[in-house]
């Protein structure tokens, strides 16, 4: 058996020899380290008023109460391309008849609205176009659902398809503005009626201990009012092709005179 002392020093010629391999490595003229200047300092968070006792009552588990199974709906392959979306908002209305407020809540006028569409007295359909995402992360699409109502306000509804049935993962109401998607995310623009200017952005996203999607991010905005002059905001810096300018030819010199 090799003594201990000099397996350490073998150890320690080698990592020798291999650090001074990286050095010749990295000081050579070409691939060489560079620097980038000087960087600013990094200020880590200071807490205020540390002495602050903590929160008595524990923190409520947000969403835990927003999913719930679709009654009567089942799902084949779990491929909620193969649902009818009118059909899944039916489904909950009838389950809910007389639901007004919360999750489940619709006007009463959208009830009547939605039970009414395809047939001859349907003026509009509230069940807007759908669209699919997987939002959850589980390599299957989503369904995603729109239902307009009174008063500019619209209801986002999303469903997760499992075990052969459907969950609804969210449920919001407001007045939205507009909805876009983001990678995984779920993104409304919610107008403010009580700060004039401004505008709220909710991001939703997937939370698998919750299993369901959760405003995980939400902000105010600043934007300009129509009709009050330029914005201040600069509009972004948009870069385009150049077009290659056509070669023009040299002028051809005079021949010299023998």
């Not at 009567?72 to 193969?82: A, F, I, K, Y």
Request: with cysteine; glycine share 10%.
């Amino acid at each position: 058996m090799r003594p201990r002392g000099v397996r350490s020093a073998a150890g320690a010629t080698l990592c020798a020899l291999g650090l001074a391999a990286v050095l010749t490595g990295c000081g050579g003229s070409e691939g060489g380290l560079k620097s980038a200047g000087p960087m600013p300092t990094a200020v880590g968070p200071v807490r205020l008023w540390p002495d602050l006792p903590p929160a008595t009552n524990p923190p409520i588990d947000y969403g835990e109460s927003d999913t719930q199974r679709v009654p009567g709906v089942e799902v084949p392959d779990n491929d909620v391309h193969s649902l009818d979306p009118l059909a899944v908002v039916r489904a909950e209305v009838r389950a809910h008849p007389d639901a007004r407020t919360g999750t489940d809540g619709l006007y009463e006028e959208t009830v009547r609205a939605i039970e009414a569409c395809g047939t001859a007295t349907a003026t509009a359909c509230p069940v807007m176009r759908p669209y699919y995402r997987d939002l959850t992360g589980n390599g299957r699409d989503e369904l995603i659902v729109g239902i307009r109502m009174p008063d500019q306000q619209v209801g986002v509804r999303v469903y997760l398809a499992e075990n052969g049935g459907l969950t609804r993962i969210m449920s919001t109401v407001d007045q939205v503005i507009s909805v876009e998607l983001a990678g995984r995310a779920l993104i409304l623009r919610v107008g403010s009626a009580g700060i004039p200017g401004y505008e709220y952005r909710t991001a939703w996203t997937w939370d698998d201990q919750q299993g369901s999607m959760l405003p995980t991010r939400d902000e105010i905005v600043r934007v300009k009012p129509p009709g009050t002059g330029p914005s201040t905001v600069p509009a972004p810096r948009l870069v385009s092709p150049t077009p290659t300018p056509p070669v023009t030819p040299a002028p051809a010199l005079p021949e010299a005179t023998p």
